[in-house]
């Protein structure tokens, strides 16, 4: 299993600023994915992190809105830009490494005032 | 869309095993069956998977039907630590193909 490291693990932002959540993994891994969690919901997809190369976006998910970084195999960033209180969510990491299972950061609990 | 279908919610006594069913009639042939678990305000946990043989760790048990249009988890021992929410996920099969579609899942509330 992997260890993933979560920053911050809760925030509470203004409306119109933008907040950067970085996920730190302990081990390299093949694939990273950020998931959107709205309150009282299920998780949902919004992209997946491709090292060297631009994020893969879901439908309804955009990268002005979501900008994804991946420099390496061991860390990325989600930015929430331009936040509205509709973006109030938790944003989870998620890593696949060797197998197909995967494993899940804490979560960034976001409320945008 | 999520491909399985699971009850909203259950309950469980404490010590009791655990039988938490899922419907998935539309999987396909190279597509496995995962469970995961989230514990309130924590990240999902991930449980066990299989393709078609039923899987045992020691976590809990997955028992898939021989036409493989449901499954069942077991947990053998319900605590009140296995309070969650529990996803069941049809895919990823590999190959690149590794993202996951959350559906509901089911409530399980362990009583004292």
């Known amino acids: 299993s992997a260890v993933i490291s979560q920053k911050p693990s809760r925030d509470i932002c203004q409306r119109g600023t933008s907040l950067t959540i970085q996920c730190q993994v302990d081990s390299q891994v093949t694939m990273m994915f950020w998931y959107r969690q709205q309150p009282g919901q299920s998780l949902t997809l919004i992209a997946t992190a491709n090292q060297g190369s631009e994020a893969t976006y879901e439908s309804g998910f955009v990268i002005d809105k979501f900008p994804i970084s991946r420099p390496n195999l061991t860390f990325s960033t989600l930015t929430v830009s331009n936040m509205s209180p509709e973006d109030s969510s938790i944003y989870l990491c998620?890593?696949?490494?060797?197998?197909?299972?995967?494993?899940f950061g804490q979560g960034t609990r976001l409320t945008v005032v | 869309d999520a491909k399985t279908t699971q009850p909203p919610s259950m309950d469980c006594a404490e010590g009791r095993a655990a039988n938490l069913p899922c419907n998935h009639s539309?999987?396909?042939?190279?597509?496995?069956v995962y469970w995961y678990r989230q514990i309130h305000s924590q990240g999902p946990q991930y449980i066990i998977h299989?393709?078609?043989n039923n899987e045992t760790n020691e976590m809990a048990s997955l028992i898939i039907t021989e036409d493989r249009k449901s499954s069942t988890l077991i947990l053998p021992h319900a605590t009140l630590r296995d309070t969650a929410v529990y996803y069941c996920?049809?895919?990823?099969?590999?190959?690149?193909?590794?993202?996951?579609?959350f559906g509901k899942g089911t409530k399980l509330s362990v009583i004292p």
């Open positions: 996920i049809v895919g990823p099969s590999g190959a690149g193909s590794y993202q996951l579609t």
């Open positions: 998620s890593v696949v490494g060797g197998g197909t299972e995967a494993f």
């Open positions: 299989g393709l078609k």
């Open positions: 539309t999987i396909s042939g190279n597509e496995y």
